[in-house]
């Protein structure tokens, strides 16, 4: 397998889960700048010029939510996932799509409104709004982790990988004060602490 990164973007979730899982894995370390991934070479594998991607033989994917499943239904032989058939499952899928559909939505917006967009273009408001719906969010994590370390129980799973992903970028960047959420504090700081992130997430 052959993983296209940069640092700090949505393929962290991916060498995450590569690395947890003790997959082998070559990485392609590209710049966050169009010279890097609007090139023409790149493009042609990825025409959204985005990362993450990943190519497996013949299959080239670049949503990392899809490919953490793909990844996970290929190679995980049932790890970092809860039993198909039990109830749990459920609710697996819910916070690993969660963690992007829905967590990532006041992150771009608190990140698009601070950094990405020129200045004449940024919202106070707009950001006010994103970080109000991101301690939304953080309130209902919170009381979701009150009596458990992980998201599906006490076994961390590729949710957390999922989920976690959000944390490490309002944190990185400092979109959002922190404080008033204890649960997700310690949560983050188990997950923070495993190798597998720390490699993923170095620069």
Known sequence: MKLYHCAKSRSVRVMWL????????????????????????????NPFGKVPVLVDGATTMSESVAIVQYILNRYGDGRLEPDRNGPEYGKFLQWLHFGESTMMGPVAQMASHMMFFPEELRNPAILEQGRKTWSHYLS????????????????????????AYGLFIVKVFRLAPDGGHANVEAYYQRLSSRPAFQKAAAD
Request: some cysteine; aromatic content about 10%.
């Open 18 to 45: 590569l690395e947890e899982l003790g997959l082998e894995y070559e990485v392609v370390k590209m710049s966050f700048d169009p010279d890097s991934l609007q090139s023409a070479d790149y493009l042609a594998i």
């Open 140 to 163: 209902i994590l919170d009381k979701e982790l009150a009596d458990k370390d992980y998201l599906c129980g006490n076994e961390f799973s590729a949710a957390d990988i999922v989920v």
